[in-house]
């Protein structure tokens, strides 16, 4: 990792929802990838910190709202490295992921944004489904 950029941990414990472990693997995990813009996005909406900069919908699930842009894209450059970073690049990322159907834009609603959450899971584990509730659960045929 470069010298000066910051990581964001792994919560521990409450926030209201759970991920699956392959969600929260860091740059440093032997055999992971880099983070993803999407997973950042978890980190932040998992941290009590955060909240006043990004933070979930009350009464929709999968719904967060973007609620300084700005600082976002900031803390966002800052992870990656480059700061250069601005919410127009971060916007520009966020699209690519709803061709991917892995999140779309709430219509009529400023900066809000809704995961789906079977869509980040089936491509790691097609087994696992994540109720409303944040319970991953097996399916069975």
Known sequence: MKAGCSIVEKPEGGGGYQFPDWAYKTES????????????????????EFRHVIAWQQGEYGEFVIKDPDEVA????????????N??????????????RILHKTKGKRFTYKFN??????????FINIRPNGEPTLWVE
């Open 87 to 100: 919410y127009d690049k971060l916007s520009r990322a966020l699209r690519y992921y709803y061709n991917k």
């Open 29 to 48: 995990s032997p055999g992971s990838r880099q983070i993803q813009l999407w997973h950042f996005i978890l980190e932040l909406l998992q941290k009590e």
């Open 117 to 126: 959450f079977n869509k980040l899971v089936m491509p790691n584990y097609p």
């Open 74 to 85: 900031r803390l966002w450059g800052r992870r990656k490295c480059k700061p250069q970073m």
